[in-house]
C-alpha cells in the first residue's frame, strides 16, 4: 500500500479523482437508465438495445476525432463544447417518446459524449514518474469501476422507481457537474500536448495500433453482446432488477483486480503481464453462458470483472510504450473508435439474437470473442515487443523530467 499513499501525496491526485468522478458515474448509468427508457417507451427489449448501440456507434466514430483535437489543441475548449451539449442530449432523450425520435436522439448523445476517459489518462503521466505509472493507472482504472459499480445500481433503482424518468435527469446533471469540475482544474487547464516528431508516420499506419484494433474487434463485439445480454435475459426471465446484482458484482470485483495489479512489481512487463491476465480471462468467462441471473450470473461476472479490471491497467501500460509521440489522446481515441463501433453492433443485435436464439448462446459469444482476442494478441506479439521490456531509474526519471513542464 505504500505506493498508493506516495500517489496521493503528490499535488494533483485528490483533484484528478474526484474532479472526474461525476462524470465517470454518469457515464456508469447512461447505458442502462437509455435501456430502460426505451424498453418501457416501446415495450420491445430488441429496440432498447437498438437504441443503445445507436448511442455507442455515434460515440464510437467521433472518438478519434476528438482525441486528435485534444492532442492537437489542448483540452480546455473540447471539453467546453462537448459538456453541456452531451449533458443537454440526456434530457432530450429523456423527454423524447417516438421510436424513430428517441433513435435520433440516442445517436446524437452518442456522438456529444465528452472525451473524459480520454482526456484524464495523459494527464496522470504530465504529474507521475514512470515508476508510479502503473499505480496511478491502477488507481484510475478503480476510479471508473466504481462509477460502474454505482452507476448501474442507482440507474436501475431510479428507472424501475415511480419517476423513471430521474435515471437520466440525474445522470445529465452528474455529467455538467463533473465535466465542468476537470475542465476547469489546473492539471487540465495547464496540460500541454506533446510535440510530434519530425516526419511521423500516420497513426493508421502504426503495426501496433492495427494489432490492438484487431484485437479490439473481437473484445468490443463480445462485450457490446454481453452488455445487452445481461438485463434483456433478466427482463426476459421477469428479474430486471437482478441487472444492477450483476454489474455491481462486476465493478466491485473489477476494483479489486485493478488495485492488486497496481501493486505487481515492475520487473514484470507490461506486456506479459498482459497476456498472462487475458488467458486468465478467456478461461473465468467460460461458465457465463451458464449462468442464470442470480447467484450463479453474480459469482461468473464477479471472476470476469476481477480479471477484466487488471487487464485494463496493463492494457493502457502497454499502449503508452507502443504509442507514436504526440498521440496521447488520439491512439487511445482511434482505438476506441473502432472498438466502440464494433460493440455497437454487438449490442445493436445482442437483444434480438436472446429474443431469437436464447441468452445462453448469446453469452457464449463473448467467451469465444475474449478467445479470439488472446490469440491474436499472441500471434501479434513482435509489435507490441516495445511493452514488453522493464525500464530503468534512469528512463523513470528523465521521462518524469521531460513531463513536467506541461503543468507548470
Known sequence: MKRYRELF????????????FPARLSYGMVGLGLFFKVQRETGSVAF???AI???????SL???LRGYLIDKYGQSWPLRFFVPAYSAMILAVNISESRTFLLVMAAIMGVSAPPINLSIRPLWKSFVS???LRTAYAVDTSMMNTAGVIGPVVATALALSSHPGSALAVASALMFIGGTSLMVSKVSRTWVPEVKEKDQQPLWRNPALRLLMLEGSFIGFGWGIFDVAVPAFATLEKVPNRTAWVFAAMG???IVGGLLAGMLSRRTSSLSALRKTYFAWFLVSLPMAFTYPGWSMVIGGAFLGF???AIQVFYWEVMEAVRPKGSATSYMGWLWSVEGSIMSLGAGIGGWLCESYGARITLSITTVCIALGCIFLTI?????MAADRIPTDEEDLRAMEDNSPTTK
Open 9 to 20: 501525496t503528490l499535488q494533483y491526485t485528490w483533484s484528478l479523482v474526484l474532479a472526474s
Open 48 to 50: 432498447a438495445g437498438l
Open 53 to 59: 448501440g445507436v448511442n455507442s456507434i455515434g460515440g
Open 62 to 64: 467521433t472518438a478519434g
Open 130 to 132: 514512470g515508476a508510479q
Open 252 to 254: 466491485i470485483s473489477s
Open 307 to 309: 480479471v477484466g479490471g
Open 380 to 384: 501479434g506479439k513482435p509489435r507490441l
